[in-house]
């Protein structure tokens, strides 16, 4: 099994950056694709970026092209979500999601593994 603990979030103001980070641990292996998804209140769950295990393929939902930055560390199994120029939209719950295999999925039933979410809070 593996687990997943993210970390990063906080209270910024618009304009402003946030790093998350999520550390996975287990029976992590060489192949293992994460993702981020977030949950603003009363909406589903959306995927924000995804990132194959090699980590040389990314991508992201509309709204934060090219504002955020999907990247991984795989010898420290850790994954990052830089998030710049951040607006009152990008408030949420952001999760971290994997599972094991080569590439990523925009589906969240794709993932296996869910971290306990970390909370992004940007004010106008």
């Given at each position: 099994q593996v687990q997943l603990?993210?970390?990063?979030?906080?209270?910024?103001?618009?304009?402003?950056?946030?790093r998350l980070s999520c550390a996975a641990s287990g029976r992590t292996s060489k192949n293992?694709?994460?993702a981020w998804f977030r949950q603003a209140p009363g909406k589903e769950r959306e995927f924000v970026a995804g990132i194959t295990s090699s980590g040389g393929n990314t991508a992201y939902t509309e709204s934060v092209k090219g504002r955020f930055t999907i990247a991984r560390d795989n010898a420290k199994n850790t994954?990052?979500?830089?998030?710049?120029?951040?607006?009152?939209?990008?408030?949420?719950?952001?999760?971290?999601?994997?599972?094991?295999?080569?590439?990523?999925s925009y589906t969240q039933n794709y993932y296996t593994n869910?971290?306990?979410?970390?909370?992004?809070?940007?004010?106008?």
């Open positions: 603990v993210e970390s990063g979030g906080g209270l910024v103001q618009a304009g402003g950056s946030l293992y694709a994460m994954a990052f979500l830089q998030m710049n120029s951040l607006k009152p939209e990008d408030t949420a719950v952001y999760y971290c999601a994997g599972r094991g295999g080569g590439t990523y869910w971290g306990q979410g970390t909370q992004v809070t940007v004010s106008s």
